[in-house]
């Protein structure tokens, strides 16, 4: 069975400005993902999502001229064998390596959906999971830099669906973060874990403020404070205060997470599928985090392709964190481009896998085509 055809799907929506989200990287005005569909020589079609990159146009070209012109015709079962081949050729020489990982990852999605049918198993069975629930937080694009008692009321909106965790958009001034975080544990309680996002956007200068009334406010985690990059900011900044630090979706393959791990500062790892490698580099960076005790708490992307295979990768590996759940106010490509929503919450902040083969979730191609690439950048 080869790979036949592969084909990237760059696709849109605008943001309205009363629904868009100020944070660390800018203000949303749309949204972006890049689909990648293939089919093989025996007819299965299996579905992916590329991260866009802030350049879907670019991600997507990648996957239909070089991505296609090193797989197609392979083993469309051999997952590891296209991973081994797109990383000698692409990502370990010629540059281009976080674009040609997004594309991956997109690639690697697809062909472990098209495995799932051919086994007729759901993607946890077929990675030796089982279906378990999975804690989650309120993500997305939300609870962003906004006056504290808005923000307070959104918080208290998404307890009241079902949440125990929300994570707290961070990296405007000091003084701003840390009243928002002030108010909304005041608001929420103590029951409430808080988590905190910088978006890469503190100075060494601005952890060392925030830190002191984020340890009295018990939050859980500050999630990237500073680019991945800056090993030598992460390394300081663990040393000032005892809010741990969160970092990974911006980390690329096994052997970003290798130094990640191996530094030692960063206590919660955040691969995303669509992102880091697909689901085979994600299993692998699971096991070796799982070798150190460190739990895998997903960044997810855009659509609920990612979100369904996050969840269901979750049930799958033995070190499982937090589900990011997609609490952003508008999002189509979790409600509509597939025949259900990815997942559902129960009462007690939890998440579970749907049912059927692959991630259970068909998608809905007169979607896609409703939604062709809007040009230009996704947050200002």
């Known amino acids: 069975m080869k790979i036949a055809s592969l084909r990237a ?7 309205p400005e009363n629904q868009s989200v100020r944070l660390g990287i800018g203000r949303s005005v749309k949204r972006d993902a890049v689909l990648v569909r293939i089919e093989t020589s025996d007819g299965h079609v299996g579905w992916g999502e590329a991260h866009h990159g802030r350049c879907p146009g670019a991600i997507a070209k990648l996957i239909d001229t070089t991505m296609g012109e090193l797989i197609l015709g392979m ?35 697809a062909l472990w ?4 049918q051919v086994a007729n198993m759901s993607l946890l069975q077929m990675l030796g999971g089982t279906p378990k629930p999975i804690k989650a937080y309120a993500g997305g694009i939300a609870l962003g830099w ?7 009321e959104e918080a208290k909106r998404h307890i009241a669906s079902g949440y125990r965790a929300l994570k707290l958009r961070m990296g405007d001034t000091p003084k701003r973060d840390i009243e928002r975080v002030i108010a909304v544990r005041a608001g929420v309680g103590d029951d409430i874990e808080l988590l905190t996002d910088a978006n890469t956007n503190y100075s060494l200068d601005d ?27 992460y390394a300081q900044a663990a040393q000032l205060g005892r809010v741990p630090l969160a970092a990974g979706e911006n980390h690329f393959t096994r052997y970003d997470f290798q130094t990640l791990i191996e530094d030692g500062h960063v206590r919660f790892m955040q691969p995303d599928l669509s992102k880091t490698g697909g689901i085979t580099e994600a299993l692998r960076i699971a096991a070796m ?36 759940g997609d609490v952003t106010t508008l999002n189509p490509f979790r409600d509509h481009l597939t025949d259900k929503p990815p997942y559902a919450l129960d009462q007690n902040g939890c998440v579970h896998a749907l049912e059927g ?14 939604h062709p690439l809007i040009e230009g950048p996704c947050y200002v």
């Open 75 to 109: 083993d469309a079962m051999d997952v590891n064998g296209v991973w081994a081949k797109v990383y000698k050729m692409q990502l370990a020489s010629h540059g281009m390596g976080a674009a040609a990982a997004l594309a991956l990852s997109g690639i690697d999605m």
């Open 357 to 370: 083969v692959g991630v259970g979730l068909k998608v809905d191609e007169k979607f896609i085509a409703a």
């Open 146 to 152: 906004q006056d504290p008692k808005a923000l307070v």
């Open 9 to 15: 799907v760059p696709i849109s929506f605008p943001v």
């Open 289 to 324: 985090a799982s070798a150190v005790k460190l739990t895998i708490n997903p960044h997810t992307s855009a659509t609920a392709l990612n979100m369904a295979n996050s969840i269901q990768f979750l049930c799958a590996i033995d070190n499982p964190g937090y589900f990011e």
């Open 207 to 233: 952890v060392r403020r925030v830190m002191p009334a984020f340890e009295d406010a018990n939050v859980a985690w500050l999630e990237e404070p500073f680019p991945p990059q800056d090993r030598r900011a």
């Open 113 to 116: 959906h098209i495995r799932t």
